[in-house]
């Protein structure tokens, strides 16, 4: 049986074993090259990383190795600049004084309800303006702080009545002596002006004044009648006895004289006729003297006087009641309103609605910024000083400091604040708006140098032995030098200061720390 080989295992028969064994390795190469690359790749890697891990050095290990720099000065340059001290605060924008306002009703007689005149918020309220009308009746603005307790008329006295004067005459209406407490007919007839300006008839008289003031007028004459009965009675009592009264008796007493004196020249005389006509005489002369005397006038007198103290009484009530027609100031028709012109912040009553607690709240015509200071910062600051505001949207502003107090809360005085109020400066419909309501910051310069001064940081200042102020200056080869200085104003961490010899420019270097 034969046997046949295959070409292949002819092949390997014939094939040198070096060749075999080179085929097998290409065999063994081509069939795992994947591996064999990875495998390359990593031992790369491997010798790269032991490479670079002899370079590079972590931060520890780096701080561990470093050695410390030798010492050094620390210097900065003098400076030629502007310093200021400020005082900070934070402030709200609002309108001044806000108050709420009640209006005296009861001299009413009836519903207070409003019938018109009523205001919108943001409008102003100014003197003789008409804040409100109640049952037809206008509410004018006047100045003054004095509330309304009580109506005005003829009689009545007290500072209310010199608060009205005082009104009547800074809205240019005379009301009378403003240093007099009494409302009198002059005041009368500023009230009357007053309505006359705002356009509004004034008061009217009580129902029944007419027929009151005619019975008075009746009781007036009555009175003049009795005071002229009385005076006739008297002047009558006064004048004593008629003229033929006075010459008769004259002539009896003549008589009686002419027959004594003949009595005491008879011949041969008589005693006892002389005697019985002595007696004539004297009775005569008596009858004359009580014929001419003068009667006693102390009921006449008396009578006069009554009649004149009636005639007063019926005057003085006359006047009381002419009164009730003069101009006088019902309580519900006027409103004292301090610093005017105010702003109507909010309004509390709508047409037709009843006068309640309050009518309105008001506060000033202008916006202000009001900010509390803690004593230290207060102290710093006077009336009238200048600021800037840091509105809302980043623009700035300049506002005047108007108030600085002491805030009395009823607390401790230790630590106490005080209350800072600033008035900005002119303010467009638009800054209004923005900034009312806001919290805002406020800069107040309390003290600054005149330009630009030589200025170093608060730290580069040493005392000398004597307590002097003293800066150091380093030199260009190293070395430094120790020159004294007067010190000014402190701000911003840095202090100015003036050589008190020599020269010192600005961009010297100065020693802060070592």
Known sequence: ?????????????????????????????????????????????????????????????????????????????????????????????????????????????????????????????????????????????????????????IGVAGPDVVQLKQALRAVGIDGGNPESNVFDSATAAGIAALYNAVGYPAPDSPEGTAESVRSAEDSVRSADEQVAAAQRELSATSSGAPESVRLAQNNLVRQADVALKAAQNAVPLDPAEVADRAADYDIAVAARAEALAIPDAGAAVAALNAARAGAASARALLTETRSGTLSYLPSSEVLYLSGLPRRVDEVMVTRGSAVGASIMRVSGSSLVIAASAAESDAKLLAVGARAVISMPDDSEIEATVTKVEPRDDGKAQEGVRYDVVLTPDALTPEQLQI??????????????????????????????????????????????????VTTGLAAEGYVEIIPVEGRLDAGALVVVGR
């Open 1 to 153: 049986m034969s046997t046949e080989l295959s070409p292949v295992s002819l092949e390997s028969e014939n094939d040198p074993p070096a060749m075999s064994r080179t085929s097998g390795w290409k065999r063994l190469l081509n069939s795992n090259r994947v591996i064999w690359v990875m495998a390359a790749v990593a031992i790369v890697s491997l010798l790269a990383g032991v490479l670079l891990s002899r370079f590079i050095v972590s931060p520890s290990q780096a701080a561990q190795n470093a050695t410390a720099p030798d010492a050094g000065l620390i210097t900065v340059p003098v400076e030629n600049r502007e310093l200021a001290n400020d005082v900070t605060l934070r402030g709200d924008a609002n309108f001044a004084d806000s108050v709420e306002v009640a209006l005296e009703t009861g001299d009413i007689g009836g519903p207070a309800v409003v019938t018109g005149q009523v205001p919108t918020a943001g409008a102003n309220l100014d003197a003789l303006a008409v804040a409100l009308e109640v049952a037809g009746r206008p509410v004018i603005v006047l100045p003054g702080d004095l509330p309304v307790y009580r109506t005005l008329r």
């Open 435 to 484: 900034l009312q309501g806001n919290n805002v910051r406020v800069q107040i310069p309390v003290s600054s140098t005149e330009g630009k001064v030589l200025a170093v940081p608060l730290a580069a200042l040493t005392a000398g032995a004597g307590g002097e102020s003293r800066i150091e200056v380093s030199e260009e080869d190293g070395k430094t030098r120790l020159i004294e």
